[in-house]
């Protein structure tokens, strides 16, 4: 056998590879695969009709230059010949999550038994609960939900009226690079998303009546807060935002010895030295550190935050909603495929089938981070088809890689940017691009002027 071929019942084959999720991890994946094995056929799938997962759906819409890493995976599928096929979902058995009406599917058996190694990439895209008395009333709401509504996803079409249900005063739990993204739309003007892809409705929704207060809670001292230096410094662009720290805040810099918590610090610090603009104050932002959510208050729905002090005792703060930011984890979709998921374990769950990015490290790191993992996983499944650990598909050269079924309703690279372009052509004045927001609206673009599978 060469690198990149199989000899199967005296014929040779190209390798065949299904990677499964086509965000960051799935992109970077089949990228270091194809450099590894150039004849091998490599197709991403996605449960969407769209490629680039959190690139699309979380990454904040005002931080265009993070999404223009999509220019760097397009050549993967455009130039390296790398397959794509959207609107497909693969299923285990212990997974039954909702197929949408016109979208595909294919088991994970199925999928196996077609090619010769497969590398789930699906991510972990849940809200983590916060684990409190209070927190199913109306008015609590995982960041991961508001930002998809921000991004246009299409799950989360029929919630675009959340932007408006905010009220007054809003509580955020956890003060990592997430919850700064909240702030930012929080406290930013309407205009000042100008060249975002934002969600136009959920934008003008929210600024019917946009917050005057936000109550950022940290269990963590001021030191070991989450969110990086350079997100706090952009927040002290944003015009009337009156910044104050709070609570275990007191750590002098000198007794701080690693860099990065010191110049959180100093960030945090000249944040809140910052005094209002000519504007005048707009919204008030209270950071508090050492306070831990004990409680969400009120009976039908959200009225307060009852939060555990460092310092010791509780205290009470109204608000009239509770945006958790604390991280994410396997939602419906994502497959369990065998061992535990998001433990940072090995990538083989078993020769020929793997695991890689958020799915295998947990939900932590940055997109470049997930660039490394690809690159380790796919130098693992390499040596593990060169060293004949995997047993080989049973199946001829020609034969598609996904069943008819799936096939049949799979939206390919080249319909993908039929929509790609839909959207650009179509931004609403001071956007790149505005999203469509359903499947269906997707689909009908992707599938204008195809020809027939
Ligand atoms: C709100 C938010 C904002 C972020 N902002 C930044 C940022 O500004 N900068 C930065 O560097 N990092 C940011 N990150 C982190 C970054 O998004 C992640 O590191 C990265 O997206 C993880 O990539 P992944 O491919 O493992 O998962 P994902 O990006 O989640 O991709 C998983 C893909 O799998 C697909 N999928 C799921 N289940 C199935 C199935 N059963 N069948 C087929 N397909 C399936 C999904 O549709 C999705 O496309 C952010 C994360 C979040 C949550």
Same mark, same amino acid.
């Given at each position: /056998? ?19 999720g086509a965000g960051p991890s799935g992109c970077f ?15 991403v799938?996605d449960?969407l009709p769209c490629p680039f997962g959190l690139v699309r759906y979380g990454v ?6 993070t999404k223009n890493i999509t220019r760097q995976f397009d050549?993967i599928f ?6 794509f096929?959207g *609107? ?7 997974? *039954?999550?909702?197929?949408?009406? &016109? ?18 990439a699906?991510g ?5 609960? =916060? ?7 109306? #008015? ?11 991004n246009?996803h ?6 675009? %009226?959340?932007?408006?249900?905010? #009220? ?8 990592? *690079? ?19 892809d934002? *969600? ?30 350079? /997100? ?96 994410? #984890? ?10 535990? $998921?998001?433990?940072? &374990? ?21 997109i470049?981070?997930n $660039? ?13 088809? +060169? ?11 020609? %034969? ?8 049949? =309703?799979?939206?390919?690279y080249?319909?993908w940017?039929?929509v790609d ?8 004045? &001071?956007?790149?691009r505005?999203k ?5 609206? /997707?689909? +009908? ?9």
């Amino acid at each position: /056998m060469s690198d990149n071929t199989v000899e199967l019942s005296g014929a040779e084959r190209p390798l065949r590879i299904a990677v499964v999720g086509a965000g960051p991890s799935g992109c970077f994946i089949a990228g270091a695969l194809r450099r590894s094995l150039p004849t091998a056929r490599i197709v991403v799938i996605d449960r969407l009709p769209c490629p680039f997962g959190l690139v699309r759906y979380g990454v904040a819409s005002d931080h265009q230059s993070t999404k223009n890493i999509t220019r760097q995976f397009d050549r993967i599928f455009s130039r390296e010949g790398v397959e794509f096929a959207g *609107n497909v979902s693969v299923t285990t058995a212990a997974v *039954n999550a909702e197929i949408q009406s &016109g979208a595909g599917s294919v088991t994970l058996a199925e999928l196996r038994d077609r090619v010769d190694a497969v590398v789930f990439a699906t991510g972990l895209a849940a809200d983590r609960a =916060l684990g409190v008395p209070g927190e199913g009333l109306p #008015g609590v709401i995982g960041s991961g939900a508001l930002t998809r509504v921000l991004n246009s996803h299409p799950d989360d079409a029929d919630a675009i %009226a959340l932007t408006a249900t905010l #009220g007054d005063r809003v509580a955020i739990v956890g003060l990592g *690079n997430v919850a700064v993204d909240i702030i930012r739309f929080l406290a930013k003007e309407a205009a000042d998303f100008e060249g975002s892809d934002i *969600n136009d409705a959920a934008l003008a929704a929210y600024h019917r009546a946009p917050v005057t207060r936000i109550d950022v809670f940290s269990r963590s001292a001021i030191e070991l807060a989450k969110c990086d230096a350079q /997100m706090i410094r952009e927040l002290g662009q944003i015009s009337g935002l009156v910044v104050s720290l709070h609570g275990d805040t007191a750590t002098p810099l000198e007794q701080i010895e690693d860099r990065v918590q010191k110049s959180r610090v100093e960030a945090l610090r000249e944040l809140a030295q910052l005094a209002a603009d000519a504007a005048g104050p707009r919204i008030e932002l209270r950071l508090h550190f050492g306070a831990a959510p004990q409680e969400v208050l009120g009976e039908e729905r959200v009225v307060g935050l009852r939060v555990a002090l460092s310092a010791g005792g509780t205290q009470d703060y109204a608000v009239d909603s509770v945006v958790s930011a604390i991280g994410f #984890g396997a939602d419906a979709h994502s497959p369990d495929i065998g061992g535990t $998921r998001a433990d940072g &374990g090995s990538c083989r769950v078993e020769p020929g089938l793997y695991r890689v990015g958020w799915l295998r490290r947990g939900p932590q790191g940055t997109i470049p981070e997930n $660039r490394a993992d690809a690159v380790a996983v796919a130098a693992e499944i390499v040596a593990d088809l +060169e060293s004949g650990a995997i047993p080989r598909a049973d199946i001829a050269a020609e %034969a598609p890689i996904l069943p008819s079924r799936a096939r049949a =309703l799979a939206v390919s690279y080249e319909d993908w940017l039929r929509v790609d372009r839909h959207e650009c052509e179509h931004a609403a004045t &001071g956007r790149t691009r505005s999203k469509l927001p359903t499947t269906v609206q /997707m689909l +009908e673009v992707a599938r204008q002027g195809a020809t027939a599978a």
